[in-house]
T-cell receptor, first 115, second 113 residues
């Protein structure tokens, strides 16, 4: 079964500092990995994905993530955090093509960017 | 392209009633998945439909059901509502089964009283 762990409940960072949100995953085959962000009372907004190829993937709003197969990790990063980045961030995984789109999500990380 | 549309946005129901939620996927997307989001359990997969067929089902009781129509629109139904069914229900649409990402609607906030 596929699963995701996001070890921290909340990440606090000062505006302008680097932001990192951690994610480790478990799948039986090759992973498709995703990061989503959720603002209050809204749905999930896609940030970036890793399917294959370069381990460093770049996404929306200056976010990037690094896929590390040996550590089964897919940490989300942003070089300089903005107050508007304060939101709930979810890492998700699914097994590469198994004929379904079922995603397993982590519990989410609340990111608080302090002005 | 229009995004994923979920209706209604908010719903208040009484215990024991039933409810139907609707999801219109992005045009051309044939896969629709449903998720339940609660503070305690996080995001949990309910089921997925593709071309009117249920392809995958999560670990929810039989009170939770769904269907998909020929135009890819999907509905989910919850019968005999319980207080614990109060949640944000999210619908996601995907183009296929390759590496494409899922796009989520804004959700339906269901409150059971």
């Amino acid at each position: 079964a596929q699963s995701v762990a996001q070890p921290e409940d909340q990440v606090n960072v000062a505006e302008g500092n680097p932001l990192t949100v951690k994610c480790t995953y478990s799948v039986s085959g090759n992973p498709y990995l995703f990061w989503y962000v959720q603002y209050p009372n809204r749905g999930l907004q896609f940030l970036l994905k890793y399917i294959t190829g370069d381990n460093l993937v770049k996404g929306s709003y200056g976010f990037e993530a690094e896929f590390n197969k040996s550590q089964t990790s897919f940490h989300l990063k942003k070089p300089s955090a903005l107050v508007s980045d304060s939101a709930l961030y979810f890492c998700a995984v699914r097994d590469a093509p198994r004929g379904n789109n079922r995603l397993a999500f982590g519990k989410g990380n609340q990111v608080v960017v302090i002005p | 392209k229009a995004g994923v549309t979920q209706t209604p946005r908010y719903l208040i129901k009484t215990r024991g009633q039933q409810v139907t939620l609707s999801c219109s996927p992005i045009s051309g997307h044939r896969s629709v998945s449903w998720y339940q989001q609660t503070p305690g359990q996080g995001l949990q997969f309910l089921f997925e439909y593709f071309s009117e067929t249920q392809r995958n089902k999560g670990n929810f009781p039989g009170r939770f059901s769904g269907r998909q129509f020929s135009n890819s629109r999907s509905e989910m139904n919850v019968s005999t509502l319980e207080l614990g069914d109060s949640a944000l229900y999210l619908c996601a649409s995907s183009e296929g089964f390759s590496g494409t990402e899922a796009f989520f609607g804004q959700g339906t906030r269901l409150t059971v009283v």
